[in-house]
């Protein structure tokens, strides 16, 4: 297995801290082998069907603790961290789309063991997808978070802003406290605002982005590769998606979850005109004041969608 030990950072120094708040008292964490990849993971106790949950980029799976104490009521949660993300693994220049989502096909394979509802923000919605299209006998049902489906339709100058500053940041290491101030001096256009008259806002700035929120943020970037983001910033990461060939492979019930495009939603109309129109068994939610964020942020409106679906099922 190449790459690095996934607490370390070797383009920076990065320095290890231990949070009790990262882990819930209904989980273990895990490590598998995914063969290239160490993968870390959570898991519930067997309440219900396999739950898997795949967080996006630069994240990891502790961004759905708001929602696991919920669903693992009724769920057998699976909350992977990707390769390079968390305290998984690394792979220099490792991180195309089909070698992240073949590692979730070992996990599902040899470790959840049976079909599971697959739920991705972002990132983790595409891999979802590509899940579902490329061995559907391993997927019960979907649900997407806001992710993109048409990759050429990304005209978002505020994502190249952020994942760049992302980036910058993990190469650069440091501790949480000082990597969160870093988040919060980040300079986004503000949306609809480019070229002469463009706008800056700094993320600290946003509704939503306080301390705490920035302080979470921070630890997940603490412990991502920078090469995840730069992988995405030259777009070597998905580079051969094709939405509509994955969509037209999708046979399994998806429900889609449409974040506000004006708050920095990514699931475009488009996007969504094109799943209700090849997806044989869809849903769709479109909230109408959330950010991409969805749950990280305001998780109640986001829990009672998933719930819903989950429960027509």
Same mark, same amino acid.
């Given at each position: 297995?190449?790459?690095?030990?996934?607490?370390? =950072?070797?383009?920076?120094?990065?320095?290890?801290?231990?949070?009790? @708040? &990262?882990?819930?008292?209904?989980?273990?964490?895990?490590?598998?082998?995914?063969?290239? !990849?160490?993968? =870390?993971? *959570?898991?519930?106790?067997?309440?219900?069907?396999?739950?898997?949950?795949?967080?996006?980029?630069?994240?990891?799976?502790?961004?759905?603790?708001?929602?696991?104490?919920?669903?693992?009521?009724?769920?057998?949660?699976? %909350?992977?961290?990707?390769? +390079?993300?968390?305290?998984?693994?690394?792979?220099?220049?490792?991180?195309?789309?089909?070698?992240?989502?073949?590692?979730?096909?070992?996990?599902?394979?040899?470790?959840?063991? #049976?079909? *599971?509802?697959? /739920?991705?923000?972002?990132?983790?919605?595409?891999?979802?997808?590509?899940? *579902?299209?490329?061995?559907?006998?391993?997927?019960?049902?979907?649900?997407?978070?806001?992710?993109?489906?048409? !990759?050429?339709?990304?005209?978002?100058?505020?994502?190249?802003?952020? /994942?760049?500053?992302?980036? @910058?940041?993990?190469?650069?290491?440091?501790?949480?406290?000082?990597? %969160?101030?870093?988040?919060?001096?980040?300079?986004?256009?503000?949306?609809?605002?480019?070229?002469?008259? #463009?706008?800056?806002?700094?993320?600290?700035?946003?509704?939503? =982005?306080?301390?705490?929120?920035?302080?979470?943020?921070?630890?997940?970037?603490? $412990?991502?590769?920078?090469?995840?983001? @730069?992988?995405?910033?030259?777009?070597?990461?998905?580079? +051969?998606?094709?939405? &509509?060939? !994955?969509?037209?492979?999708? %046979?399994?019930?998806?429900?889609?979850?449409? %974040?506000?495009?004006?708050?920095?939603?990514?699931?475009?109309? *488009?996007?969504?005109?094109? #799943?209700?129109?090849?997806?044989?068994?869809?849903?769709?939610?479109?909230?109408? =004041?959330? +950010?991409?964020?969805? /749950?990280?942020?305001?998780?109640?409106?986001?829990? $009672?969608?998933?719930?819903? /679906?989950?429960?027509?099922?």
């Amino acid at each position: 297995m190449t790459g690095a030990d996934p607490g370390n =950072n070797a383009r920076g120094n990065v320095v290890r801290e231990n949070f009790a @708040d &990262e882990i819930h008292p209904r989980l273990t964490e895990h490590t598998f082998d995914a063969g290239q !990849v160490q993968l =870390n993971y *959570a898991e519930g106790p067997a309440s219900g069907p396999p739950l898997v949950l795949l967080h996006g980029l630069g994240r990891r799976w502790q961004v759905f603790l708001p929602l696991i104490p919920a669903l693992s009521q009724r769920w057998h949660i699976f %909350a992977p961290n990707l390769r +390079g993300h968390g305290k998984s693994s690394r792979v220099a220049r490792g991180y195309h789309g089909p070698q992240y989502s073949e590692d979730i096909v070992h996990l599902l394979r040899e470790r959840v063991g #049976a079909p *599971a509802v697959i /739920f991705g923000h972002s990132l983790g919605g595409m891999l979802a997808m590509w899940l *579902a299209s490329h061995h559907p006998e391993l997927v019960r049902a979907l649900i997407l978070g806001d992710n993109r489906i048409i !990759v050429g339709n990304m005209h978002h100058p505020m994502y190249k802003a952020l /994942f760049s500053g992302l980036r @910058d940041l993990a190469r650069k290491g440091g501790t949480v406290d000082e990597i %969160a101030e870093g988040i919060g001096k980040i300079e986004l256009p503000l949306p609809g605002s480019e070229g002469e008259n #463009a706008e800056n806002v700094t993320i600290n700035q946003l509704p939503g =982005n306080d301390k705490a929120y920035l302080t979470r943020w921070a630890r997940c970037v603490q $412990q991502a590769d920078p090469d995840t983001y @730069d992988m995405v910033l030259d777009g070597s990461s998905l580079e +051969g998606w094709d939405g &509509e060939t !994955v969509l037209r492979g999708i %046979a399994c019930p998806t429900l889609l979850l449409q %974040a506000t495009r004006e708050l920095g939603g990514l699931m475009s109309d *488009a996007d969504v005109a094109l #799943a209700k129109r090849l997806l044989p068994h869809h849903a769709h939610v479109q909230f109408e =004041n959330l +950010g991409h964020a969805l /749950f990280i942020q305001q998780p109640e409106p986001v829990l $009672q969608a998933v719930t819903s /679906f989950l429960e027509s099922l």
